[in-house]
């Protein structure tokens, strides 16, 4: 290290950067505690099979990647043959619990875009999610379900949103909404801070869907 | 050795971050804290909050970017940690409230003071020269990371990096004069009165 203090700005810049100080011993003690301490239980989220509904949110999971693609504009990389083949996979992960620091959301989100917590407003409870990356995308979904027969599926792509076109356009707050039904499903897609979110559900009707997919944490809307 | 842990992240891939990996990371974002903050108590309070935030739930990663995610996170818990704090009562500290100085404060003894008051002067800087100063030279991102991970555009942290620099440049450079003169003021105050 210098003999002297630094001067010039490199100099400055040099010496900042050859800094090796080691945290202290208990604040690595602490860290550790604290990975042995959550690690179990964030690890558990993700590997965790859902006993309930599996199947059910595996196929809409199906749909709603499925319709990703098919809304996507050309150039995203994004391929039917590589939706197929993630529909073929079978990772899931239990269900994320509510943000305890937002009673809007749940404790998931893709780059910061959150799922909605919808258990309260609108009696959605989320029951699993899985992740699934379509050509560099992630696509996390999560799935909600409303008693014994109603499911939805909610998918926020990450990176860039493909363009989004075609189906039936309603507009919200300025925010275009696309609905079309696909298999039987009633699909919405739709963009949240520039990602491409879609919903999909059975025995949900599109206002339904409308509602939950406007719905901004304000109360403002009804389902 | 500082990028030794470190790669180029995969811009495309994701993945779950595994928490278990996160331990490697724990010295780089203690020394960033100590430079946003000034104070080693404050660094620590700081990097277990910021890994208690990440470790809250499961986080989808792009890439090999750990330590990009973990800035983002740094700095989101350091910028509340500032408002939380703004709106707290000023007090006065007793003197009970005084740490102690660590006797064994750095690996190289005959570096503390300069660590210390190179952090203390960084941690003196605006926010924003601050944060792209420490995300760039301290932790080690590229720019194009630190960017990401401070929400600004390359441009715009190359700017405060420039002028964080150059900030703490000139302020260090002030209080090596004012050594200077200090060490060498009784000779030039007798040297000044034989003349006049």
């Given amino acids: 290290m210098s003999e002297r203090p630094p001067h010039t700005e490199s100099e400055i810049v040099e010496f900042v950067r050859s800094i090796d100080e080691r945290a202290p011993q208990q604040l690595h003690d602490r860290i550790e505690a604290l990975v042995a301490e959550r690690a179990p239980a964030v690890q558990r989220r993700r590997l965790t099979p859902v006993r309930l509904g599996f199947s059910g949110a595996f196929a809409l999971a199906a749909v709603v990647v499925a319709l990703v693609l098919v809304l996507s504009g050309g150039g995203t990389g994004l391929t039917l043959n590589k939706t197929v083949a993630l529909t073929l996979r079978h990772a899931t992960m239990a269900a994320p619990a509510e943000n305890p620091h937002d009673g809007t959301e749940l404790a998931a989100d893709v780059e910061g875009v959150a799922f909605p917590y919808w258990d309260d407003r609108f009696g959605w409870r989320s029951t699993g999610a899985r992740i699934d990356h379509l050509d560099g995308h992630a696509v996390q979904t999560v799935f909600y379900a409303r008693g014994h027969s109603q499911w939805i599926g909610y998918a926020i792509v990450a990176g860039k949103a493909p363009a989004v076109s075609g189906g039936v356009v309603r507009e919200r707050e300025g925010t275009p909404y696309h609905f079309l039904t696909e298999d039987g499903a009633s699909v919405v897609t739709w963009l949240r801070a520039g990602h491409l979110c879609v919903v999909a559900g059975h025995d949900v009707s599109k206002a339904a869907l409308m509602a939950l997919a406007s719905w901004d944490g304000a109360g403002m809307l009804n389902a | ?196």
């Fill in chain 2, 1 to 196: 050795m500082r990028d030794a842990l470190r790669s180029e992240p995969s811009p495309d891939l994701m993945r779950t971050l595994d928490p278990h990996s996160l331990n490697k990371h724990v010295d780089r974002l203690y020394r960033a804290a100590w430079a946003l903050c000034g104070s080693r108590e404050d660094a620590e309070d700081l990097v277990q909050e910021t890994f208690a935030r990440v470790l809250s739930r499961p986080r989808v990663l792009r890439g090999d970017d750990e330590l990009y995610y973990l800035m983002r996170v740094l700095r989101n818990t350091f910028l509340t940690s500032l408002r939380t704090a703004s709106r707290r009562p000023v007090t006065a500290a007793a003197i009970e409230d005084v740490v102690a100085a660590d006797p064994k404060p750095t690996n190289r003894p005959e570096q503390a003071y300069e660590v210390q008051e190179v952090y203390a002067t960084i941690s003196e800087l605006p926010d924003n020269f601050r944060l792209a100063l420490v995300a760039v030279d301290v932790l080690g991102l590229s720019y194009r990371e630190a960017a990401q991970a401070l929400r600004v555009r390359e441009a715009t942290l190359t700017t405060r990096l420039f002028r964080a620099r150059k900030q703490v440049a000139e302020r260090l450079g002030a209080d090596v004069a004012e050594i200077r003169r200090e060490d060498t003021g009784p000779s030039g105050v007798l040297s000044s009165e034989g003349t006049s």
